[in-house]
């Protein structure tokens, strides 16, 4: 208990002791995320397609809108269908 109490104010202690903190604080965001959200598709809608039933309207997973972003850089190609990889960068 000693050595603890001595390496309290050392940087790395300080350092270690605000990830934990951060780490803590973005579980408690994403355990509450968690128990106002669905699975999506339901149960429900899973047993439905087993049956062949088709769902047109589906239960809303409360997660928001889904927003993709992309960005394309002028004069560098994007490969095939449009995906970048690396072998569509010039080899220097």
Do not use: C, F
Request: glycine residues 6%; aromatic residues 2%; proline residues 5%.
């Amino acid at each position: 208990m000693a050595k603890a109490a001595k390496n309290a104010d050392h940087p790395g202690v300080k350092a270690m002791e605000a990830q934990r903190d951060e780490r803590k604080k973005a579980n408690e965001e994403a355990m509450k995320r968690m128990e106002s959200s669905q699975p999506t598709p339901t149960q429900e809608e899973n047993d439905l397609a087993k049956l062949g039933v088709v769902v047109e309207e589906k239960e809303d997973d409360k997660s928001g809108e889904t927003v993709i972003t992309k960005t394309i850089v002028a004069n560098q190609p994007l490969g095939p269908h449009g995906y970048e990889t690396r072998s569509t960068k010039a080899k220097e």
